[in-house]
């Protein structure tokens, strides 16, 4: 929680790094200043820290820090509701980390890349990208954002007047969450709750 104390000791390890060159480490830290400035709400900052990190990511062919850097861009164009740019960002994330195998990663980004299309009121864009979401987190056994993402086709499909759809995936959220006593799920059944209602 003190964000400044931490970026005083990101630069200073970031100095250190960049002397020796120590490439995958600088690329760490560029990630983690840009992260610390966007809480911070410095937005234009920490921008400038997540393009330094892709250039040099790209230029050594560190697929994993290039995804980051993308990933981070994609949160500062959202921050400044450019959203088709935020979607460019996080697309382009997806794919290295699709190159990495990182099912995690995809399945995080997928939700997100959904969730701005639903902003742009894009609806069947995002009903696509939450239907390839479901199957990551499906093999991955990932039953919290399965559930999670029931939930928004759901309301998605409420909204293009899809009752029958939007029943299916309610009844599905529900019977996945009979069991679960978790906090989060406190949370979805009072969305699942004003869904019925509506449907």
């Known amino acids: 929680g003190q964000t400044r104390k931490a970026i005083q000791f990101f630069q200073e390890q970031l100095k250190i790094s960049k002397e020796f060159g ?13 992260d610390a ?3 911070s709400g410095n937005i234009d900052r920490a921008k400038s820290y997540y393009e330094e ?24 164009f959202v921050k400044q509701e ?34 701005n299309y639903r902003k742009l009121e894009n609806w069947e864009t995002a009903i696509d990208c939450f239907q390839k979401a479901l199957e990551i987190a499906k093999y991955i056994e990932n039953r919290k954002e399965q559930i999670h993402i029931r939930v928004d086709l759901a309301e998605v499909f409420f909204k293009l007047q899809k009752q029958n759809l939007a029943n299916e995936q309610v009844d599905q959220a529900e019977k996945d969450l009979k069991f679960i006593q978790a906090l989060w799920a406190d949370s979805l059944r009072r969305r699942i709750e004003t869904l019925r209602n509506n449907l």
């Open 22 to 34: 120590f490439c995958e480490e600088v690329c760490g830290l560029l990630a983690n200043l840009g």
């Open 37 to 39: 400035y966007a809480i």
């Open 53 to 76: 990190q892709r250039v040099l990511a790209e230029s050594k062919g560190l697929h994993a820090y290039v995804g980051t850097s993308y990933n981070g861009l994609g949160f500062v």
């Open 82 to 115: 450019k959203i088709k740019q935020a979607i460019d960002c996080y697309f382009k994330a997806f794919e290295c980390y699709r190159e990495l195998e990182d099912c995690e990663k995809q399945l995080e980004l997928l939700i997100g890349i959904g969730l």
